[in-house]
Nanobody
């Protein structure tokens, strides 16, 4: 079964940091785009960060620019999200995903998460003030 396995979430105070990891299970991350998304109950999923793998172009949502950094280790088939200066509004389930559509579609447009092709169970991040 193709899926991502995310870990690293937890309970953190506002201003704190976390590092999320995501391992691709059963496949390699050679999709057009890979990235992190987040889900809050009652809201549409939203893109956090996305990488166009062939160009290594990186997209960040405005609400995380300067605070979060995406990276990947292809040898380990793993993707990371370093989250700094966390805010209570960052509380969500974070999951990673891949698509054969570019970041401009899956991350740059509302509802773009519908083009995702592989994803997995998220890891919960809770930020308290």
């Amino acid at each position: 079964q193709l899926q991502f396995v995310a870990s690293g979430g937890g309970l953190v105070e506002s201003g704190g940091s976390l590092r999320l990891s995501c391992v691709a299970s059963g496949f390699t991350m050679d999709y057009v785009a890979i990235g992190w998304f987040r889900q809050v109950p009652g809201k549409d999923d939203e893109a956090v960060s996305c990488v166009d793998t062939s160009h290594n172009n990186i997209y960040y949502a405005d609400f995380v620019k300067g605070r979060f950094t995406i990276s990947r280790d292809d040898a380990k088939n793993t993707m990371y999200l370093d989250m700094n200066n966390l805010e209570p509004e960052d509380t969500a389930d974070y999951y990673c995903a891949a698509a054969d559509s570019p970041c401009s579609r899956v991350a740059g447009t509302p509802g773009g998460y519908r083009y995702l092709e592989v994803w997995g169970r998220g890891t919960r991040v809770t930020v308290y003030s």
